[in-house]
């Protein structure tokens, strides 16, 4: 089967989810889409290798939908509405993101689905559950609480999906997985997304999955090859300066990626004060807090996202351009993982990493893994706060209120904290450019499928 021949219609689905693809402006099926729809609608278990942005959730979504087109009810009666898909995944982000992509896939088909994670007052779930869903998407512990209060029954599973399966390993998740696979029926069809084949992750793979085909779209550990990568060599005092430097003049959206909670926080609040619409994204915001950033974000109230890997994880954000890693992740995966929010399904995207002297030896650990040199470039110099000021713009501070982070006394722990006194508190001129709405197309450097069965 070739990328170029194949249309979502000779996949074999449904008038109603083409309606549904064609209305997401998908013009051809990506290569993971291609490869996974016929064998997932065969009831083929599968291994698949895929970052995020291959387009991986509809691969696993759409011939779900079908699958399950013949349950499709408009019975009220809970016992007609029974879990037959179940999807699970590491974070709520990505939790929330995957069911968006069923409503949005399914739109014009009667099937119910559900998105149930952890962080919120489980009460507001439970009555949603009871009233009954086919396709639930849940992050493993909440999934496990409602098992507890009897408020969800698992016992007409049909497939179960583990989406981005490594994260899940890393986050410690596994015997959660493992209650929860006890729990459903033996005679099930598995699928497997996972963006590294690690040793423990093979286990997995052999401890649940059935003869599994394995496709694998973009090497694992490999870099999409529209994504332009290259580093910044700067002391760890000169990051924050060379890092709003940065921003200003690519003048687009960004994330930034810190290894901690903490420098998050206190680096989105120093950007703030350089005149930047920045917030944080982290595992100690609320998840309304982590909501209504990344909303801000897309609507690009918020230019610049300063994250955390696990916050990261499972942001689907169209078409952007810039990811900068401000502090190098120690396990060369993360690296992966953060420069694939950018050049998504087929747009193009830069990955700038400020590498000190003493993070030297992660980089090398991220080369190994890539199987690449990241090119050296020169850094832009940070102005000092005197050139700045001359020339802001006085009457034009960016609006802070619309940051969540900003308007509130939180338990940011340098939320009170005296300003460091390395940069200008003055407010810049910063007219953020929305995220441009890029045409979809397929990430036709995506391709290449490695291993077939
Ligand atoms: P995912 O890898 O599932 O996170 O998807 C990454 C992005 O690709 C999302 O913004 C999807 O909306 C988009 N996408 C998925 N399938 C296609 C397609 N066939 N053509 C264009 N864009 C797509």
Do not use: C
């Not at 974070?91 to 099937?111: C, D, F, M, N, W």
């Not at 609480?145 to 994260?167: F, M, P, T």
């Amino acid at each position: 089967m070739s990328t170029e021949t194949t249309t979502f219609a000779s996949l074999n689905l449904d008038a109603q989810i083409l309606r549904a693809i064609e209305e997401q402006g998908y013009t051809k099926p990506t290569p993971i889409q291609e490869q996974a729809i016929p064998l997932v609608l065969e009831g083929r278990d599968l291994m698949a290798g895929a970052q995020t942005g291959t387009g991986k959730t509809a691969a696993f979504t759409l011939p779900l939908l079908q699958k399950l087109l013949p349950h499709a009810s408009t019975s009220a009666s809970p016992a007609r509405h029974p879990v037959r898909a179940l999807i699970l995944t590491p974070t709520r982000e990505l939790a929330i993101q995957v069911e968006e992509s069923v409503k949005a896939y399914g739109k014009h088909v009667p099937l119910r689905s559900l998105v149930v994670f952890g962080g919120v007052d489980i009460r507001t779930q439970t009555p949603h559950l009871m009233r009954g869903v086919e396709i639930l998407v849940a992050t493993p512990g909440r999934l496990l609480d409602h098992v507890e209060s009897r408020s969800v029954q698992l016992g007409q599973v049909q497939i179960l999906i583990l989406d981005e399966a490594d994260r899940m390993l890393d986050m410690g998740f596994l015997p959660d997985l493992k209650r929860i696979l006890n729990l459903l029926p033996k005679q099930r069809q598995n699928l497997m997304f996972s963006a590294t084949f690690s040793d423990d992750i093979k286990r997995l793979a052999d401890d649940f999955l059935t003869n599994p085909t394995l496709i694998e779209v973009a090497r694992s550990n490999a870099t999409s090859e529209n994504v332009t990568q290259k580093i910044y060599r700067v002391s760890a005092g000169d990051k924050h300066g060379v890092l709003a430097e940065l921003l200003r003049q690519e003048n687009s959206q960004a994330i930034v990626f810190t290894k901690t909670k903490l420098t998050a926080s206190r680096l989105a609040r120093l950007l703030q004060r350089d005149g930047i619409a920045a917030d944080a994204i982290h595992g100690d915001k609320s998840q309304q807090e982590r909501i209504q950033a990344l909303d801000a974000f897309k609507q690009g109230k918020v230019t610049t996202l300063v994250a955390t890997d696990v916050a990261a994880r499972g942001l689907d954000i169209d078409s952007l351009p810039l990811v900068i890693n401000y502090e190098i992740p120690h396990a060369p995966e993360d690296y992966v993982h953060r420069i694939g929010r950018t050049g998504r399904a087929g747009a193009l995207g830069v990955a700038v990493s400020l590498v000190s002297p003493e993070e030297e030896k992660y980089l090398k650990e991220i080369e190994k893994l890539i199987k690449r040199e990241i090119p050296e470039e020169q850094a832009p110099r940070a102005q000092r706060s005197s050139e700045r000021r001359t020339e802001r713009a006085p009457s034009a501070p960016v609006s802070r209120a619309t940051t969540p982070s900003a308007s509130r006394k939180s338990s940011d722990p340098w939320f009170d904290k005296p300003y460091e006194p390395d940069n200008s508190t003055a407010p810049v001129r910063h007219t953020p450019r929305p995220l441009s709405k890029q045409k979809r197309e397929i990430p036709a450097l995506l391709g290449g499928l490695l291993r077939k069965d």
